[in-house]
């Protein structure tokens, strides 16, 4: 399908259901679809993120993932505050590149959407924002990493070290201009670093994942377990976690079916965050809703995780030492890129 059709099933759907919605305030594209053209192919392992924003004290559960008119879209909501200051967005890495392009915004029934793509796009690529912006990517793996709970299921610690690690590849993407893609942000990452001359910075994020040296073999078989894992879990699903959506029978096209692509692709290292993240996402479900099939299928996570050279909580403390010590690395790779980077101005 291309980008077109498949953000007028995005309007479609908002028209249909999120305009009923109490608070609603409007809603817009985000994600990796943004800036793209219409004629563009929407790959079948991707989804179209949708952003309801509400004036909602109490957020609504998160849609997540499902089909309309044949579009898997991902429908998140957005508190109507954290869009009230053009700055505050733009100083924000995960909100500013929606409002960077027009064509963004799907229904904006205040104005206020409008305007902001108004105040944001012309500064979007100014070097203090840039500069802010990859701050607070760089907060984000520091305060994250920090707040390791050694209580919490192994499950969940593994998460909550995985993601603040991956967001080191958000630090350079931002830097670059780039979308900060939460899949595929390795692969992302890779092409700024080819680009900028800095594969050794690579080499150096794949290590602190673990997975420099990890083989396609080894991928494809966590890959074959974490599908067995994750159907079983989408099957006995019932607790509404922020990101169930993730781990539902429509959303197998992304998570196995996607994974799959990459390694089909020669990028099967690059496939190892998702596998991981949906593998860990998968355990907080059985272990919540179905305990005894956690333990039937928790050896073939743990094994995946080993293979990053993770056994326990105290070697992901270890880890995430490591990785807050190589901030300062980073940095200089981001403000080299930043630097480099012709788009960004005065």
């Not at 299921?153 to 593994?158: G, K, L, N, R, S």
């Not at 074959?224 to 781990?247: H, K, N, Q, S």
Request: glycine share 6%; proline share 6%; hydrophobic share 45%.
């Amino acid at each position: 399908m291309r980008i077109g059709p498949a953000r007028a099933a995005a309007a479609d759907w908002v028209a249909r259901h999120a305009r009923h919605e109490p608070g609603f305030r409007g809603a817009y594209f985000s994600g990796s679809t943004v800036g793209m053209p219409d004629d563009a192919e929407l790959a079948p392992s991707s989804d179209v993120d949708v952003v309801v924003v509400t004036a909602r004290e109490n957020l609504p559960a998160k849609p997540g993932k499902f089909r309309h008119d044949g579009v898997l879209l991902e429908v998140s909501h957005l508190p109507w505050a954290e869009l009230a200051c053009a700055e505050d967005v733009l100083a924000s890495y995960h909100l500013a590149g929606s409002f960077r392009h027009a064509g963004a915004v799907i229904a904006d029934p205040t104005g206020h959407l409008h305007a902001l793509h108004a105040s944001v796009a012309p500064r979007f690529a100014r070097r203090p924002w840039v500069r802010r912006r990859c701050e607070d990517a760089r907060r984000r793996v520091e305060t994250r990493l920090a707040a390791l709970d050694p209580a919490a299921p192994f499950h969940e610690q593994v998460n909550a070290w995985l993601f603040p690690t991956g967001v080191t590849c958000h630090v350079l993407l931002v830097a670059a201009l780039r979308n900060p893609t939460v899949r595929l942000r390795y692969r992302a990452a890779r092409e700024v670093c080819a680009d900028y001359g800095h594969l050794d910075t690579y080499e150096d994020l794949l290590g602190l994942l673990g997975c420099a040296d990890l083989s396609a073999q080894r991928v494809r078989r966590h890959l074959r377990a974490l599908a067995v894992t994750f159907d079983a879990a989408a099957e006995v699903a019932r607790t509404p976690f922020f990101w169930r959506g993730d781990i539902t029978a429509g959303a197998r096209a992304v998570a196995i079916d996607g994974s799959q692509a990459l390694i089909d692709s020669g990028d099967h290292r690059e496939a190892v965050f998702w596998i991981v993240a949906t593998f860990a996402r998968c355990h907080t479900v059985l272990a919540t809703d179905a305990p005894a099939l956690h333990e039937t299928f928790e050896p073939a996570f743990l094994s995946a995780v080993a293979d990053l050279g993770i056994t326990s909580p105290h070697d992901l403390r270890t880890r995430a030492a490591a990785v807050t010590r190589y901030l300062p690395e980073l940095w200089a790779t981001a403000e080299e890129v930043l630097a480099r980077n012709l788009e960004v101005t005065p």
